[in-house]
């Protein structure tokens, strides 16, 4: 987030309209980015993806930024040494977009520490399940397996463990009889696609305070 600054008398508060700018990654389809693209496309929407990275050259995302205009780049483990390493490249080209919130949608990585403390508070996810249930890449499946009745999407901040972070928004999704993993994650997504941009939104805002696990909003602050 842009620092507020002192302003000198007569100084214009340029920052008062500025667009807020997400950098999102992603590994997949991009459902969930493309819920972020068309709440940016919205007049006046104050909000712009930047930048769209992927770990994999194949993701159909990418394809869906180059579309709609944005910058689009891949970042893959397999081009650096170490996990270490591939961290801090992809910290440093999030960075260089200058993002006022970072937003994980459908990001099938593990986010190491030099990223996540370089973006406090300001990363958020969404996960296919109601969280702490759940937890990993299979949780649509994993949910179903346990045969729960009901599951949903839980949009969290991010910390350094695993789709733990503070809940920032949590939707319930019933399970209907003969539902697959396919019919329950596309229902699932029509949430994520609601409430993700809602939360990005807020985090991009600089509105969202956390104390330990809880995390609220507070009133728009002008900066
Ligand atoms: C979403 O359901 C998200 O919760 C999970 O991966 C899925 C990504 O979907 N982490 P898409 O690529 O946005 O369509």
């Known amino acids: 987030m842009a620092a507020s600054g002192a302003r000198g008398p007569g100084e214009a508060r340029e ?3 500025e667009t807020r700018r997400v950098a999102v990654l992603l590994s997949g389809h991009g459902t969930n980015l493309q819920a972020l693209l068309d709440a940016a496309a919205e007049p006046a929407s104050g909000l712009a993806v930047a930048l769209v990275v992927s770990d994999r050259a ?3 995302g990418l394809e869906r930024a180059r579309l709609a205009g944005v910058d689009a780049a891949v970042v893959r483990p397999a081009d650096h040494p170490d996990r270490a390493a591939f961290d801090r490249a ?3 080209l999030v ?3 200058r993002p006022d919130a970072i937003c994980l949608a459908g990001f099938m990585r593990i986010l190491g520490p ?3 403390r370089a973006f406090p508070d300001r ?3 969404t996960h296919p399940s109601l969280l702490p249930a759940f937890r990993g890449a299979h949780a649509v499946r994993d949910a179903l397996a346990y045969g729960v009745r009901v599951s949903g999407c839980t949009i969290h901040l991010v910390d350094e ?3 733990h972070g503070p809940v920032l928004f949590q939707a319930a999704v019933p399970v209907e009889q003969g539902d697959d993993e396919a019919s329950l994650h596309e229902r699932i997504k029509r949430e994520e696609h609601r409430l993700l941009p809602l939360a990005v939104r807020l985090v991009a805002d600089g509105r969202v305070r956390t104390d330990g696990r809880r995390a609220w909003v507070v009133e728009a602050v002008p900066r």
């Open 95 to 97: 960075a260089a977009a």
């Open 58 to 60: 194949d993701a159909y």
């Open 123 to 125: 990363i958020v996810n």
């Open 114 to 116: 030099e990223f996540v």
């Open 15 to 17: 920052d008062v309209a």
């Open 90 to 92: 992809l910290r440093d």
């Open 161 to 163: 463990q695993v789709d």
